[in-house]
């Protein structure tokens, strides 16, 4: 009894089915290859696995636990779905002694996030003057823009705009006014020193900057109350002609 190619065939196939040996080798198989993937997978995604680690412990304020994955190797430049770094989180939240970690374990005080906020821009946003001196010790760009073209010498600016609009509007207490002017020109004098100590060339004209601003913020508990509103005039006018480079 003969047999056509095509049955010859079903018929290995079937054997092969029902055949434990070749069974047990095609799963053998199959595991190896699995162990291979599920390693491979591993090796990719472990660095991102403690990397959201980094960046859970920075917004929970673990000091301990941040000082520890980055002695273990995790970047100081882990970032989040947004974009902002472990630094950026720790700028937002005031955490200086965590700024101060990161800083030492080499994050880029010049990284962005999706908005182009560098860790500066942050700082300058709240007049965290501690931490703003902090990033410009790390070399931070003060001239840096943030999506709205603005740098963080621009953001003081329009905090005061707003300081002044308040003040005419009668939103704002004069003593809580004062106290807002006082950490506007303490901002102002972060940035002027730091340039004054990086760049040479511009020495006189910081000083002549920092001078002037000393000088208003000695005034502001003695000056009239109605000569408040032309120091704000004065400052934000001096603030525009000023251009960090």
């Known amino acids: 009894m003969s047999h056509s190619d095509s049955e010859i065939r079903d018929t290995i196939k079937k054997r092969k089915q029902f055949d434990p040996k070749l069974k047990f080798k095609a799963l053998a198989k199959y595991n190896k290859r699995q ?31 941040v000082k520890k994955l980055l002695e273990n190797g995790v970047s100081p430049n882990s970032t ?7 630094l950026h989180i720790a700028v937002s939240k005031g955490y200086a002694d965590v700024v101060q970690l990161l800083l030492g ?7 962005r996030d999706i908005l182009q906020n560098t860790p500066l821009h942050l700082a300058a946003c709240v007049h965290n003057l501690p931490i703003i001196s902090m990033l410009l010790n790390a070399k931070a760009d003060a001239s840096s823009l943030d999506i709205h073209g603005r740098n963080p010498l621009q953001l003081a600016s329009s905090k ?43 020495v006189d004209m ?8 000393q000088l208003i913020k000695l005034s502001l508990n003695s000056s009239p109350v109605e000569l408040l509103d032309n120091q704000m005039t004065k400052l934000l006018n001096d603030i525009e002609k000023i251009q960090i480079k």
């Open 160 to 202: 005061l705009d707003i300081l002044r609009r308040s003040w005419r509007e009668g939103s704002i207490e004069m003593v809580k006014l004062r106290a807002e002017l006082v950490q506007v020109i303490d901002l102002l004098l972060s940035f002027f020193m730091r340039e004054a100590e990086d760049r040479s060339e511009r």
């Open 35 to 65: 162990l291979r993937f599920e390693g491979a997978l591993k090796h990719r995604l472990e660095p991102i696995y403690y990397e959201l680690r980094l960046i859970r412990a920075v917004n929970t304020y673990n000091t301990e636990q």
């Open 206 to 213: 910081n000083r002549a900057n920092v001078n002037e601003l």
């Open 80 to 86: 989040d779905y947004e974009g902002r770094s472990a």
């Open 105 to 111: 374990y080499g994050a880029d005080p010049n990284k």
